[in-house]
């Protein structure tokens, strides 16, 4: 069907930077919005950023001015650049993707999420 792998993720100290990957695969047909997500302990799924098929964005104020979010559409990738990393950005961070998808004779679309990956911000 449809697989987004995520990477990128990991350990930085506050004011660091991390890039964010995430590749999508499988039966694709197209790939609409993608986006990023990201849930801290104790906390709901908040978005982060996301970006339509013609390159529009929106960001989490809470992150404004500090994240880009960028897609490569022949690759189904879309990536998130964190700058100036705070603790408060501590989470786990999801991809998500609307996708149309080939379903046998059908392609119907939904969305699809990555496994998330932990970014962890602390000194």
């Known amino acids: 069907q449809v697989q987004l792998v995520e990477s990128g993720g990991g350990l930085v100290q506050p004011g660091g930077s991390l890039r964010l990957s995430c590749a999508a695969s499988?039966?694709?047909?197209?790939?609409?919005?993608m986006g990023w997500y990201r849930q801290a302990p104790g906390k709901q799924r908040e978005l982060v950023a996301d970006i339509t098929s013609a390159g529009s964005t929106n960001y989490a104020d809470s992150v404004k001015g500090r994240f880009t979010i960028s897609r490569d559409n022949a690759k189904n990738t879309v990536y998130l650049q964190m700058n100036s990393l705070k603790p408060e950005d501590t989470a786990v961070y999801y991809c998500h993707a609307g996708v149309t998808y080939y379903s046998g004779l059908f392609r119907p679309s939904r969305a699809f999420w990555g496994q998330g990956t932990q970014v962890t911000v602390s000194s």
């Open positions: 499988g039966s694709i047909f197209s790939i609409n919005g």
